[in-house]
């Protein structure tokens, strides 16, 4: 496995926290036969990548699309902003923000692309309404790379009535928010779940 496949595999999470917080950003929108999109945004500092053993994440529409663009998914409105961004009196960081949609026909679909630790996304159907399984493989980090935070978030077709700890909802919405410090934690599974109304 070569670094930068690791380094994805860890959920995109796993960078050096040198100058304020590096952040991973997944919001799943989905509809009531299972389809939908998630978007997807994370960013970074290049320069904290220069004595790690691991290449930055893909940062260009070529590298995302080879990168992510299998199981079926389609991957479009990809969006790459950089910005120098002030982290102390004289002193500017030039900041690395990806931004990307992935258009899905069935959530499993999703757990292919190889984006994060998922390992397996199901939905399910009821009488009385819809449920969303997500289950990730945790991991450490890379390369002794800690100080991160992770977000997964969920938008469901109804009024969500159940949702896995520690996720927190509104309405349709819910999420679920860790540091590197608990998601290193979670052991090597770790099941996420969401049910909304009809």
Not at 46 to 52: I, K
Not at 96 to 108: N, Q
Not at 142 to 155: H, L, S, W
Not at 173 to 186: A, F
Request: proline content about 4%; aromatic content about 14%; overall charge negative.
């Amino acid at each position: 496995m070569n670094p930068r496949t690791a380094l994805l595999l860890s959920i995109l999470v796993s960078f050096p926290l040198l100058f304020g917080c590096i952040n991973y950003k997944q919001t799943l929108k989905m509809n009531e036969d299972g389809s939908g999109e998630a978007y997807i945004h994370y960013w970074y500092v290049a320069t904290n990548f220069t004595d790690a053993e691991a290449e930055p994440p893909p940062s260009t529409e070529s590298e995302i699309l080879q990168e992510f663009e299998k199981g079926g998914v389609e991957i479009n409105q990809i969006r790459v902003v950089v910005r120098q961004e002030k982290v102390s009196e004289g002193e500017l960081l030039e900041w690395t923000h990806v931004y990307f949609t992935v258009y899905f026909d069935d959530v499993s679909q999703f757990a292919e692309t190889t984006i994060g630790d998922v390992k397996e996304c199901k939905w399910t159907e009821t009488e009385l309404g819809y449920t969303l399984t997500e289950t990730i493989a945790p991991t450490i980090g890379f390369a002794g790379m800690t100080d991160y935070f992770i977000t997964f978030a969920v938008n469901m077709p109804g009024k969500i009535v159940d949702a896995s700890y520690p996720g927190k909802t509104d309405e349709n919405r819910v999420e679920w928010v860790w540091d590197s410090d608990t998601y290193s934690s979670l052991g090597a599974e770790y099941t996420m779940s969401c049910t909304s109304e009809k």
